[in-house]
């Protein structure tokens, strides 16, 4: 049974940061891209970062440098650390599994991020 098990949201002050966790399970966990995507109340889910296999990290025109994707393959766990958060940041977010050649898709239940005074 595949579980994604996020960890690390919370309620910060706009400027603050959050480090988000999600520790995998019952997947080769080296094979598979990773990513966080989030989705705010009334709108679509969206990508924050992504990162390949190979270590390449790709971020959501939104972030501007401010977020870091990164995993680590034998704790089998992908990190997302956002710094200088704001409250359009506000959202559920998601970590995402993926690899296409075998056509796997998995999805974590979300951690919400407030941002907020």
């Known amino acids: 049974q595949v579980q994604l098990v996020e960890s690390g949201g919370g309620l910060v002050q706009p400027g603050g940061s959050l480090r988000l966790s999600c520790a995998a399970s019952?997947?080769?966990?080296?094979?598979?891209?990773m990513g966080w995507y989030r989705q705010a109340p009334g709108k679509e889910r969206e990508l924050v970062a992504r990162?390949?296999?190979?270590?390449?990290?790709t971020y959501g025109d939104f972030v501007k440098g401010r977020f870091t994707i990164s995993r680590d393959n034998p704790q089998n766990t992908v990190y997302l650390q956002m710094n200088s958060l704001k409250p359009e940041d506000t959202a559920v977010y998601y970590c995402?599994?993926?690899?296409?050649?075998?056509?796997?898709?998995?999805w974590g239940q979300g951690t919400q991020v407030t941002i907020s005074s």
């Open positions: 995402n599994a993926a690899n296409s050649r075998l056509g796997r898709v998995h």
């Open positions: 990162i390949v296999t190979g270590g390449m990290a």
């Open positions: 019952g997947i080769l966990f080296r094979i598979f891209e």
